[in-house]
């Protein structure tokens, strides 16, 4: 069973940057599989934000719109460990943050992902 540990939210002026850690608890190696950043605000529906490819399929990223140009996804493989750098955070931004695996099927609705961690806040004030 994979399980992640997401880390680096906390609070923000608009304007501001975070950047987000996810390091896997499990043997999972996350430079073979797709995997990506989901969040949800309060009272809404968890909404994909961000998607890496394996490496085997050349690091193919997918961004949400409202995030294009503002969030970076990256990997390292030697660390395990998946980053978001997010920047010039807008207060839409406000939500827990969670990463997971099977990242595109997740998104295509072809997989129910059902291992969700803890995530990390993300507050971003006006």
């Known amino acids: 069973q994979v399980q992640f540990v997401e880390s680096g939210g906390g609070s923000v002026q608009a304007g501001g940057s975070l950047r987000l850690s996810c390091v896997s608890t499990?043997?999972?190696?996350?430079?073979?599989?797709?995997i990506g950043w989901f969040r949800q605000a309060p009272g809404k529906e968890r909404e994909g934000v961000s998607c890496i490819s394996g490496s085997v399929s050349d690091d193919f990223t997918y961004y949400t719109d409202s995030v294009k140009g503002r969030f970076t996804i990256s990997r390292d493989d030697a660390k395990n460990t998946m980053y978001l750098q997010m920047n010039s955070l807008e207060p839409e931004d406000t939500a827990v943050y969670y990463c997971?695996?099977?990242?595109?099927?997740?998104?295509?609705?072809?997989?129910?992902?059902?291992?969700w961690g803890q995530g990390t806040q993300v507050t971003v004030s006006a």
């Open positions: 997971a695996s099977d990242c595109f099927a997740i998104l295509a609705g072809t997989f129910e992902y059902h291992h």
């Open positions: 499990s043997a999972f190696s996350m430079g073979h599989y797709d």
